[in-house]
Each structure stands twice: as C-alpha cells, then as structure tokens.
C-alpha cells in the first residue's frame, strides 16, 4: 500500500513540471491558436541562458531567474513581433512550418555554441533533500517546490485573463480579432505580449528541469511531446486542465515505471491516447473555434 501511494505521489510531483511545460503552450493556443513546434527548443534555450548566467555569475540557479525571466520575455516579445505575427492570418501550415524551422536553428545553434554534451545545475543539499510523511514514504522538497511553483504560475494566469483589463483585452482578441482591432486594440502588441509571458513561463519551467535532470541541444522535442499531451489531456484552452493533464501524465509514467523500468514513457503515451479516444477533446475543454 505504501509502495502505491508513493508511486502515485511521485507521479503527482513529476506532472507539476509537465504542467509548467505545457502551461506557456496551453496560453498561446488559448489566445492565438497557434501551436508552436519550437515550444521545447525554447524550454531548452532557456535552461542554457540559465547555465550561462550562472558560469557568469557564480550565483544559484533559483536565483538565476532573475535574468532568465526578463531575457526569455524579451526573446518571446520579438520573436512574435518580428516572425510569428506575420503567419497568423495565413492558416495553420504557415506558422507550423515557421516554428519548426525556428526548432531546427534552435538545436543546431545550440549544438555550435555548447556541443552535444548534457549539462546540468546544482542546486546543492536542496536537490537531495526530503520530507519524511511516513513509514517508507517520503517527498523531495525540490519536487514539491516544482509542483507548488506550477500551482502558483497557473493560479497567476488564471488571475491574470480574468481579473485584469489586460486579460480582457486577450480574450477579446482570442474571441473575435476582428472586433477587437476595431475597438482600438492592437493584437499585434498583445499577441507579442503573450508569447512574451509564455516564455517568462518557459523559463521557469527550464530552470527547474535543468536542477532536477541533465540537459542538451537534443531534448527539446521530447519536452514539446510532454508539453502537447499535458494540453491535450486537460483540454485545449484549459489552464488548470494542463496541470490535471501533467499529473495523470505524470503517475502513468511512474506506474508504468513501477512495473517495468522499459515502461515509463509507453505507459504515459497508453493514457494521452486513452482520453484521446473517450474524450478526444480532453477533460476540461475550453469552446474553441
């Protein structure tokens, strides 16, 4: 029972950083409908700007988000003003083909600069540490700082688009562009302001995972997979749906890695394309168009 119960609480934690994955993915969808394939290229750009503020630096990796944030913002505002705005009204294919693109000279740019060599932050006595809930069952207070920061970044932009006239003025361009341009409104700033807040999202996302496991110019596709299939599983649009979409991502892998070591990631692909089939609009839709 207790071997059950922690394999579940594993699992929980591990969805927290899937939902900060998906988290930036699930708000530019929502408010653009764009899907971007470079998604976790940028997690991974991220975690090297974090690795090098902290070579520069000498300061912590936690601490590294003081940079990081503000240097991925600016990065996500100008990318979307500079190259992505341009492919919105053309259809689906153009922005898809755009940011693929962007994901190949992402990992080929990041493979000149760093090579194909994995890194990793250290976070000292804080990675290994652990609170003790019971008799063989016990929790690492870095994952349960991961799963409380996704907590609190979804909770954020929950507040954000439905308590603040700027959230206001992102739905109105997510409902009806149109409109809201005839009231005044510039989509082109806000669209590049969201890409700019999906990456200040991305980045804290980057630096944790670059605490908790080893990092290189090749991981980002995989990021992209967790990221998709946490949206996908909560429902397209739905913030807290990606949280509950990491965690039931999450515990499948660790079930399945409970089982067979060989499982771990079959057994989350099983459960995205599980909801896929019985609810192929995942559990928590938003209305889209």
């Known amino acids: 029972m207790t071997a059950a119960l922690d394999t579940v609480l594993q699992g929980t934690l591990l969805g927290g950083l899937y939902a900060l994955f998906a988290a930036g993915l699930s708000l530019i969808f929502g408010i653009m409908r764009l899907v971007n394939i470079a998604h976790g290229d940028l997690i991974v750009l991220a ?14 990796p936690i601490e590294s988000l003081v940079i990081v944030v503000p240097v991925m913002f600016a990065v996500g505002y100008a990318l ?14 153009p922005p898809l083909l755009v940011t693929f693109g962007l994901s190949i000279i992402i990992q080929n740019a990041l493979l000149e600069g760093f090579s194909a060599d994995s890194r990793k932050l250290q976070a000292g006595a804080f990675e290994t540490a652990s609170l003790q809930l019971g008799p063989g069952l016990a929790v690492g207070w870095f994952p349960l700082l991961i799963f409380a920061t996704a907590v609190a970044v979804i909770a954020g932009l929950q507040v954000l688009l439905f308590r603040t006239r700027l959230g206001r003025a992102f739905r109105a361009v997510s409902d009806d562009p149109e409109a809201a341009r005839l009231y005044g409104v510039d989509n082109r700033h806000l669209f590049a302001l969201a890409m700019a807040m999906a990456l200040a999202v991305v980045s804290i996302a980057a630096v944790l995972l670059a605490v908790r496991t080893n990092f290189d110019p090749a991981v980002g596709p995989a990021r992209l997979l967790f990221a998709f299939e946490a949206v996908i599983i909560g429902g397209l649009g739905s913030l807290w749906g990606t949280l509950v979409g990491g965690i039931i991502l999450g515990v499948a892998q660790s079930v399945g890695a409970k089982i067979d070591p060989a499982w771990q990631l079959l057994a989350g692909h099983v459960a995205f394309l599980l909801v896929l089939v019985f609810r192929p609009r995942g559990l928590f839709p938003r209305a889209v168009d």
């Not at 979307?80 to 294919?93: A, E, P, V």
């Open 47 to 60: 975690a090297y700007v974090a690795l090098v503020a902290v070579q520069a630096t000498g300061i912590g």
């Open 80 to 93: 979307q003003r500079g190259l992505l705005n341009s492919t919105l009204d053309r259809g689906i294919l």
